[in-house]
């Protein structure tokens, strides 16, 4: 029966046999593993050169277009650096222009910080004692509370910042609505139907109802 032995044993076996080992007939363990080792070799070398050949086939043809690609923004980088020397204050002004623009869009809040500030401040509210609350604050951040319950709040952004207003419908009796084109109002009523602004990670509607809200009006 022939002995299986391993890839890995063989090339440690490899590298541990002195030069001349293989030039001394001793045995025919030695001959099958030097013929093993000739065959792992010619596999090896077969496979490597039909990979160099597979790529070098599959990438020539993009390497004349990513050579282009990379001229035209080399070109355009050079531009860029040339009328840059030449018009400093105006690129500087633009430069900065945009950086700032970049900044606001990173700091404008996300959909779903609007419903999550009505939630807090609702229970920011409900903690405090009746005595204690202001009145329209109370019934500014309910009346939200009670749109977002309805589904009625949604938001969009502009860039730097967001704006929440008030659905043509809400969303959990939109079919009930939309059986009578009278209880639908009109896209006019946009500005009127929006609740509040959304910039800097702050909402600023919300922020200026919210102050001074654990002071009551009557004191």
Same mark, same amino acid.
């Given at each position: *029966?022939?002995?299986?032995? @391993? ?6 076996? %490899? ?23 000739? #065959?792992?070799?010619?596999?090896? #070398?077969?496979?490597? @050169?039909?990979? +160099? ?6 990438? !020539? ?17 050079? !531009? ?7 018009n400093p204050i105006k690129c500087s002004i633009s430069s900065s222009a945009f950086l700032l623009l970049a900044y606001f869009t990173y ?16 229970? $920011?509210?409900?903690? #405090? ?15 939200? +509370? ?28 939109? #079919? ?6 009278? %209880?639908?109002?009109?896209? %006019? ?5 929006? %609740? /509040?602004?959304?910039? +800097?990670?702050?909402?600023?509607? *919300? /922020?200026?109802? *919210?102050? /001074?809200?654990?002071?009551?009006? $009557? $004191?």
């Amino acid at each position: *029966m022939r002995a299986s032995i @391993s890839p890995g044993k063989l090339w440690v076996d %490899l590298c541990a046999i002195p030069p001349g080992y293989f030039l001394v007939p001793a045995g025919g363990l030695r001959v099958t593993t030097f013929i093993t080792i000739c #065959l792992y070799l010619r596999i090896i #070398l077969y496979a490597y @050169s039909k990979l +160099m050949v597979f790529f070098a086939r599959r990438f !020539s043809s993009y390497k004349q277009s990513i050579t282009n690609i990379l001229t035209d923004y080399a070109e355009t980088f050079r !531009s860029f650096g040339k009328y840059f020397r030449d018009n400093p204050i105006k690129c500087s002004i633009s430069s900065s222009a945009f950086l700032l623009l970049a900044y606001f869009t990173y700091h404008c809040p996300d959909k779903y910080s609007y419903a999550n500030e009505i939630i807090s401040n609702t229970n $920011e509210i409900s903690l #405090l004692p009746y005595r204690l609350r202001k009145r329209t604050t109370q019934d500014q951040i309910f009346h939200l +509370m009670l749109l977002l319950d309805q589904g009625s709040i949604c938001t969009f952004s502009i860039g730097p910042c967001r704006i929440a207003y008030k659905r043509r419908t809400p969303f959990n009796n939109r #079919l009930y609505y939309f059986n009578s084109k009278f %209880l639908i109002p009109s896209h %006019l009523t946009f500005l009127d139907r929006i %609740l /509040d602004i959304g910039f +800097m990670n702050k909402w600023w509607f *919300m /922020d200026k109802f *919210m102050l /001074d809200y654990d002071v009551s009006d $009557e $004191e």
